[in-house]
């Protein structure tokens, strides 16, 4: 499966940016899918997943109440909107196939884009 993410931007701080991870192929709907980031000089971070079905979310606490993750398995996308931005949500924004909790094990990557919030 490829994974291409997309959305990310420039944006003040309190605004917000909606990222979309868009998969190839047919079985995009059998997988929870998450959103990780990671800052420069800091190590990868789970923010947020959401099962198969779209039933179930779980987030960090540093993105709790600002950000939504949700799918549309029609079409093969995944979304993470993201409002109230802060300086520190700076980072490039990856999507992951395969689980929806920080531990699990994720066997495809997207490539990523940069999200840049100014104060």
């Known amino acids: 499966v490829q994974l291409q993410a997309s959305g990310g931007g420039l944006v003040q701080a309190g605004g917000s940016l909606r990222l979309s991870c868009a998969a190839s192929g047919r079985t995009f709907s059998n997988y929870p899918m998450s959103w990780f980031r990671q800052a420069p000089g800091k190590e990868r971070e789970f923010i947020a997943g959401?099962?198969?079905?779209?039933?179930?979310?779980n987030y960090a606490d540093s993105v709790k109440g600002r950000f939504t993750i949700s799918r549309d398995n029609g079409k093969n996308t995944v979304y993470l909107q993201m409002n109230s931005l802060k300086p520190e949500d700076t980072a490039v924004y990856y999507c992951a196939r395969g689980g929806m909790r920080p531990d699990s094990s994720f066997d495809s990557w997207g490539q990523g884009t940069q999200v840049t919030v100014s104060s």
């Open positions: 959401v099962s198969w079905s779209g039933s179930r979310t």
